[in-house]
């Protein structure tokens, strides 16, 4: 099989695209679930995952190598057999919560040494560190190892940060390369996103795609976005930044986002996105509709008999009223919280079949404005 990514068609800076991999063909525009762990929080199970039309499920490398650990992962097949899931997974590098959730941490050419957010014991992660964990895990698509500077911070920094992830991809690429060809790599077929990185610099933004770019990986990745900017501000950074990446190649939009984001961002050339949005938020009761999202544990639906949204086919809308669901969230059940979040979910992957129906059809514009005019921002 030919692995990689074709373009299908554009309408406008609209991509529709096809990843075909290992384990899978990932059709574009796409929404990657989140299973941080092995798992979308939320009792949702694989056979879930596929009734809701997910195609790729992603996890992170630095939560799975704390707990269970990628070493016994590999042992016991890798992470698709593990969590039996038979379709595409991306694993995030790790990056991210490094710099994230470790309190203290010493950065340096070689890597980041931090204490564990769980016991607080000493890890050391670089790039070469960073590939060997997602090899062990064996997913799909492996991320680089970056650092993810603050949207706000100081030029000089972002400048040396950039410059350092820059190198961090070269070596990156040259460890999965070596890893990909041990007798027992757990997928040979393993393939690695670069990251671009520049906080909001368009100029760091732009250098640093076409650095990265020459280096012709299986797909690229525009991180440290949704991390303190307004939306207005990310959406510019995407104008100035997408036209130098390769067109021929899948964008990544990373951590992004709401439904608003996810069209105004497509429009703009993103293939592949991930958000913790519609399960954390399912969770609270906040359940999304093409006219919004609302909160089902409000009194207004105490007696609500309509589905969470009328036409859904989701497994809690073809059977259950917002008043039933309402009762389960408010009397503790884990039942209301499972429904919320498979019908977020659900939501969020048949937008996204929505949207590349709409670029086949060449309407995707009309689409945009449709759906922007009728989506009730809350």
Not at 13 to 27: N, S
Not at 129 to 143: F, K, P
Request: aromatic share 8%.
């Amino acid at each position: 099989m030919m692995k990689g990514y074709t373009l299908l068609k554009k309408d406008g800076r609209a991509k529709r695209g096809r990843l075909a991999t290992v384990h899978g063909t990932v059709e574009t525009p796409v929404f990657m679930n989140v299973g941080t762990v092995g798992a979308i929080k939320g009792a949702v199970s694989t056979e879930d995952l596929k009734e809701i039309g997910c195609q790729i499920e992603l996890s992170n490398t630095y939560h799975l190598h704390v707990r269970t650990g990628d070493e016994t992962i590999k042992k016991l097949g890798g992470l698709h057999k593990f969590m039996v899931w038979d379709r595409p997974i991306l694993t995030d590098s790790g990056g991210f919560q490094v710099f994230s959730l470790a309190t203290l941490r010493k950065i340096k050419e070689e890597g980041v040494t931090f204490a564990s957010h769980v016991d607080g014991h000493k890890i050391f992660m670089g790039p070469e560190e960073s590939m060997r964990i997602q090899s062990n895990l064996g997913s799909t698509i492996a991320m680089a190892f970056d650092e993810c500077p603050d949207a706000r911070s100081e030029r000089g920094y972002v400048e040396d940060s950039v410059a350092r992830t820059e190198r961090w991809l070269v070596r990156c690429k040259a460890e999965l390369e070596r890893l990909n060809k041990l007798p027992d790599t757990v997928n040979p077929d393993q393939m690695l996103f670069g990251i671009n990185q520049g906080a909001v610099f368009d100029d760091i933004r732009i250098e640093n795609a076409k650095k990265i770019r020459e280096l012709d990986l299986d797909g690229y990745a525009i991180g440290g976005l949704a991390v303190g900017e307004t939306h207005e501000e990310m959406y510019h950074i995407l104008d100035v930044t997408i036209p130098h990446l390769p067109e021929d190649k899948p964008v990544y939009l990373m951590g992004v986002g709401t439904p608003l984001n996810i069209v105004e961002a497509v429009y703009r050339g993103v293939d592949f996105f991930d958000c913790v949005y519609p399960s954390r938020n399912a969770r609270h009761g906040q359940l999304y509709t093409h006219q919004g999202k609302f909160n089902i544990k409000n009194a207004a639906y105490i007696e609500d008999m309509r589905p969470i949204e009328e036409g859904c086919q989701c497994p809690a809308c073809r059977k259950y009223s917002r008043a039933y669901i309402r009762h389960l969230i408010k009397a503790g059940e884990m039942l209301g919280l499972r429904l919320c979040v498979l019908h977020n979910l659900y939501f969020y992957n048949h937008l996204m079949e929505e949207i590349r129906n709409a670029i086949d059809e060449g309407r995707f514009e009309s689409f945009r404005k449709e759906f922007i005019s009728g989506y009730e921002i809350n």
